[in-house]
């Protein structure tokens, strides 16, 4: 069974760093593309990076240039470093994955596997 365990959330002032790591287990995630999601509260949530199995990657807008995602297959692991951090960025974090190709996808839909979602709270 797969699961995905996030952690590395908390509180930061604006223009500070986070680096959120993501624990994967059930599976050998060498062959699924993975990504970080976030959900601010009356929001729908949104693809921030995602990664491919080529290790080819992908940003949304809002986050090129600050945000970078890594992903470690021998420890099945996913972190996403996070600079210059914005009270917009304020959001509950989540670690998905799932079999969709090798090129990393933004889109909520095509993953089925979710973490439970660590908080990232910036204040100005």
């Known amino acids: 069974q797969v699961q995905l365990v996030e952690s590395g959330g908390g509180s930061v002032q604006a223009g500070g760093s986070l680096r959120l790591l993501c624990v994967a287990s059930?599976?050998?995630?060498?062959?699924?593309?993975m990504g970080w999601f976030r959900q601010a509260p009356g929001k729908e949530r949104e693809g921030v990076a995602a990664?491919?199995?080529?290790?080819?990657?992908s940003y949304a807008d809002s986050v090129k240039g600050r945000f970078t995602i890594t992903k470690d297959n021998a420890k099945n692991t996913l972190s996403l470093e996070m600079n210059s951090l914005k009270p917009e960025d304020t959001a509950l974090y989540y670690c998905?994955?799932?079999?969709?190709?090798?090129?990393?996808?933004?889109?909520?839909?095509?993953?089925?596997?979710w973490g439970q979602g660590t908080q990232v709270t910036v204040s100005s």
């Open positions: 990664i491919g199995t080529t290790g080819s990657t």
């Open positions: 059930g599976a050998s995630f060498s062959g699924y593309c």
């Open positions: 998905a994955a799932d079999f969709c190709g090798t090129a990393p996808r933004l889109g909520k839909d095509w993953y089925n596997y």
